[in-house]
């Protein structure tokens, strides 16, 4: 039975394919932010409950109300909503509702479907290639059993096809043979790749995670073992197989291949095929299928890798291959990998306990040590996680803890390095040391996204905003269209006072994603402190609506603006500010940029005091940031500096 499409306005969603489009043209959505407009378009008219989203979309996960508010926001963005041309409607204290009028296409007006790989084996049957050989390597009866099946297949499919979309489809065909077995082929090495979610045939939520887990980890595998540069998980995670667009992920991640896989598994054994891809000819370099035991996965992640890598051009031998022979240690370090990039409060806890039970079952796995220094590391720059001006005191020290676990396990362990850098200048201030571990970091592993990005931020801190950029746009390659990034590098060169440039960064984050609440204070501060009043005061408001602030702080910010511009939004920040700090909350850095606008020094520096003895969030900033250039000769002020041991 097909699955059904949806036409509301000038889109089409189309359930079967999981995509979006408008007038024909795709559309960029998340598996998950696809499944909350699915379930909203379904129920066209009907309000759906945040607790209807959270069983159907995050399978019952315990999640915060704040991840459907951003995923909502997302899908209004890319639909181009507004005040006149409205497609959901919030309805206060209980959900959301889809209120365009939504068209359920017909039959007639759907695509015929193709045939699966199941149907082909169904017609053909026979053996399946063993792990051991390569296509080239398969005995004469494997070899007639795969051309028989491509043969048959291929006629299936080209008479669908010819039924369905006519010349359109042969001009595609014909272009295809011409680039694998006409056009002259590149000999050149590939010099970036990316590893492409796994598909898999049953596509599950539990099959979905475990693709996901392994796709992560045979990106980080590659990163480590070859020379090339691998492009980090979060910049692929929106693509999928099935239906990517090769030119388009060509020229989006500005990659020479693609490394594809598919997952076959049954709950005790698996099968992985692996294919690698030249998109500068449309050449297939290598392909082949590993079968395995659930038990042995571990083991078979780094063969595969290691296998990969020779393809594309390996260089490097880990001294650890193989991480852990553990299978529900590699378990639980996978979880906290994926609950690592999650990124919300929850799921920072979430990560620390998965990495620490995969330390428990492997006491001797130096992955998942480095995986629970970085986990440390972000939950204590997470305001809402590290709720308390000690909060830094007890996340910065674990992390150095199990780094140096990890580095004592394996030497070679770059995440280690560059948890343990980061540690040294934002807790220790210690920035010699940090220098060195961070190059060591990148010299093992110069793949390592986070190695590049708390580089380029403790360069920008100590004064090297040039050198901070090369590493941040370093990383940028490496996670091309990051709003995160982006937005460091905006923060980068605000403290370098190049406010141009911090804007046009700060922009092209916003038009990645305007939904990060930390992106646009800074990016309020830019603007306030280039003079833009109106827009400071616009992402001010923004970033309080995204993270659900008290509606009556809000409305007090508004009208404070209204009334007083640019000292009545001040006076309204600090007195929010001022009442998340009686709950707790660590905000010494704005609270005190506050009382320096308000011209009250002995405060600011009084919370700044604070600030240096707690350790908190980006009080390293403090020594370049523009808003501190009227204090910036001031006594107390220069003693607070004197605390962190800036370099010369």
């Known amino acids: 039975m097909i699955s059904p499409r949806y036409k509301f306005a000038d889109f089409v969603l189309d359930v079967r394919e999981e995509t979006l489009s408008k007038n024909g043209e795709s559309l960029n959505l998340r598996s998950r932010t696809f499944q909350i407009l699915q379930c909203l378009v379904e129920n066209a008219g009907k309000i759906v409950t945040k607790e209807e989203f959270f069983e159907r979309v995050w399978q ?40 365009a009028e939504v068209e359920k296409m017909s039959g007639a007006d759907e695509i015929a479907e193709t045939v699966t790989e199941n149907d082909e084996n169904a017609l053909i049957g026979g053996e399946e290639i063993p792990a051991t050989l390569t296509a080239g390597e398969q005995k004469p009866s494997q070899q007639k059993k795969a051309q028989m099946r491509s043969g048959v297949a291929a ?24 680039r694998q077995n006409v056009a002259p082929v590149k000999a050149e090495p590939l010099h ?28 980080q595998n590659l990163g480590r073992l070859t020379d090339v540069r691998v492009s980090a998980y979060e910049a692929v995670e929106t693509y999928q197989e099935f239906n990517a667009d090769l030119a388009k992920i060509e ?99 979430k990560a620390v306990e998965y990495f620490t039970a995969a330390t428990v079952k492997d006491s001797s796995f130096a992955d998942a040590y480095s995986g629970l220094a970085v986990a440390h590391i972000v939950q204590g720059l997470d305001l809402y ?54 190059k060591r970091a990148i010299n093992l592993n110069p793949n390592n ?16 905003s040039d050198d901070g950029l090369r590493e941040q746009k370093t990383a940028l390659a490496l996670a091309p269209n990051s709003a995160r990034i982006l937005n460091e590098m905006a923060w980068g060169a605000y403290l370098a006072h190049r406010f141009d440039e911090a804007v046009g960064y700060a922009d092209n984050a916003q038009k990645i994603d305007e939904t990060n609440a930390a992106g646009l204070y800074n990016a309020s501060e830019i603007y306030e402190n280039k003079g833009d009043f109106v827009k400071a005061f616009e992402l001010w408001r923004d970033a309080m609506i995204i993270e659900e602030a008290n509606p009556k702080w809000i409305a007090n910010l508004e009208e404070s603006f209204k009334k007083d511009g640019s000292r009545g939004f001040i ?13 707790d ?39 370049y940031a523009p808003a501190f250039d009227s204090v910036r000769n001031d006594a107390r002020f220069q003693a607070v500096l004197a605390k962190m041991n800036f370099p010369n």
């Not at 006629?155 to 011409?178: E, K, N, Q």
């Not at 580095?407 to 995440?415: A, C, R, T, V």
Request: hydrophobic share 40%; aromatic share 10%.
């Open 449 to 464: 996204i986070l190695a590049h990005r708390w580089y380029g931020g403790c360069l920008h801190r100590g004064g090297r």
């Open 155 to 178: 006629l299936i499919a080209s008479h669908r096809i010819l039924a369905a979309v006519a010349f359109g489809s042969i001009v595609f065909l014909i272009a295809a043979f011409w």
């Open 251 to 349: 020229t989006e991640l500005k990659i020479d291949g693609t490394v594809n896989g598919t997952i076959r598994t049954d709950g005790t054994a698996t099968e992985i095929e692996i294919k690698i891809n030249d998109l500068r000819t449309g050449a297939k370099i290598w392909e082949k299928r590993y079968w395995m035991n659930v038990q042995n996965l571990p083991e078979s992640q780094y063969l595969i890798a290691r296998d990969a890598a020779r393809e594309i051009g390996q260089s490097k031998q880990l001294q650890s291959p193989v991480a852990t022979a553990n299978f529900e240690a590699y378990q639980g370090y996978l979880a906290g990998r994926h609950f690592l990039d999650e990124g919300s409060s929850k799921d920072l806890a």
């Open 385 to 438: 996680a590290s709720k308390g001006l000690n909060a830094s005191r007890q996340s910065f020290p674990a992390a150095a803890e199990r780094a140096k676990r990890a580095l004592e396990l394996d030497p070679q362990s770059g995440e280690a390095f560059a948890a343990l850098a980061f540690v040294n200048y934002r807790y220790e201030y210690n920035w010699t040391a940090a220098e060195q571990n961070f």
């Open 585 to 623: 909350y660590i905000f010494p850095t704005d609270l005190a940029k506050c009382y320096i606008a308000l011209g009250e020094k002995e405060k600011a520096v009084g919370w700044l005091e604070k600030g240096v003895e707690a350790r908190v969030p980006d009080i390293l900033s403090i020594k």
């Open 192 to 219: 970036s790749i990316a590893v492409l979610p796994f598909a898999t045939e049953n596509n599950s939520p539990e099959n979905q995670l475990f693709a996901e887990k392994l796709t992560r980890d045979l990106t």
């Open 60 to 99: 019952g996960a315990a999640v915060e109300d704040n991840n459907l508010t951003v995923a909502v926001a997302q899908i209004r963005k890319v639909l181009d909503e507004t005040k006149d041309n409205k497609f959901i409607e919030t309805v206060t204290k209980k959900g959301y509702r889809f209120v």
């Open 571 to 583: 006076k309204a920040k600090t007195e929010w500010l001022e009442n998340l700090a009686e709950k």
